[in-house]
């Protein structure tokens, strides 16, 4: 029988000779459908491979974490160097790197751990190198750094994707707004507020009946593809922010530097000469969009020494996140909360726990009687 591996090759080439069109929509996306189930079944642990899916065993510290994700020999481990001071083997042949290397960049009152990890190639996510491990980890990430070497052909930025996106991550992207809900009978309801989209009526059906699912309703509320739906119904995708980062630009000129310096989410830079480092931090800063709250004791000036930094959902960070990344208890015990920062209306400003902080917020926490 021919493997999970062999069969995706075969939709892969069948997808390839079809051409795409409203009368195939369908098909297509019946196919897609298919390819990931058979890419879950590589994803899932076997008893004869092993467990699949884990990836190194280093702790998690600090208030995010950062993935260096690449192919061989890109500079990633010079760049774990130069960013942290934490020593990882730096040389000019490939797969230096053979394990997972971490280190902690202190920035703005935040300590952000970088993960160095060794290069990927092509079929990594199939089980090839030390690939599933890597990209494993990288799931674990808050941000991803993918390291590209700038005179290396830009389309290695396509191929790390595509191994990516094999293990369900999604990058920069945000999770399609689409609700999905299987029930025990009733058919499948579909309803859009798109007109003329990409996903229709037939297509989302086709997809369902190849995941045997017979009753359901499906709400879609923004122009998505069929590969975004397939996403919803496999549920466990993972949407974290990346920066490409183009290393190596000591090797190009000042024309083409400028051109990469336009194109969003890039950062050029050079490890080896440490060129444009704080413009990468910015960017990781941003990109992050961690939180820091201070704490004020009643009757005492705020710590500006030691934030509170959170890693809310996108920046999303609310008072009862801050009462709870303090200690569990005390957000049953707030009864209420007063805010000073670019979050409050007035100085201070009263709130309940869903008020949501902004970076640099000072917040006292009033307890009830
Ligand atoms: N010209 C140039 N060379 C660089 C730069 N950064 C790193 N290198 C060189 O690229 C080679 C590979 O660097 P590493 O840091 O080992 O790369 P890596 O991505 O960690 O490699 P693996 O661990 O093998 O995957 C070394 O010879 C580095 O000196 C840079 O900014 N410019
Ligand atoms: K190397
Ligand atoms: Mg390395």
Redesign the pocket.
Known sequence: MASAVEKIREIEFEMSRTQKNKATSGHLGLLKAKLAKLRREILEPSKSSGPAGTGFDVHKTGDSRVG?V????????????KLTGTH??????????LTCVPGVIQHRGSKIQLL?L??IIEGAKDGRGRGRQVISTARTCDLILM?LDVMKPITHKRLIEYELEGFGIRLNKEPPNITFKKKEKGGINFQTTVKDGQLDEDTVKKILAEYKIHNADVFVRADHSDEEFIDVIEGNRIYIPCICVM?????ISLDELELLDQVPNFCP?????S?NLDGLLDMIWKKLALVRVYTKPRGANPDYNDPVNMQGAKGKCTVEDFANKIHKSIAAEMKYALVWGTSAKHRPQKVGKDHLLEDEDVVQLVKKT
């Open positions: 260096l690449g192919f061989p020999s890109v500079g990633k481990s010079t760049l774990l160097t990882s083997e730096v040389a000019a042949y490939e797969f230096t790197t160095d060794p290069g390291v290393n190596k630009i000591d090797q830079i050079s490890s080896h000469h060129w």
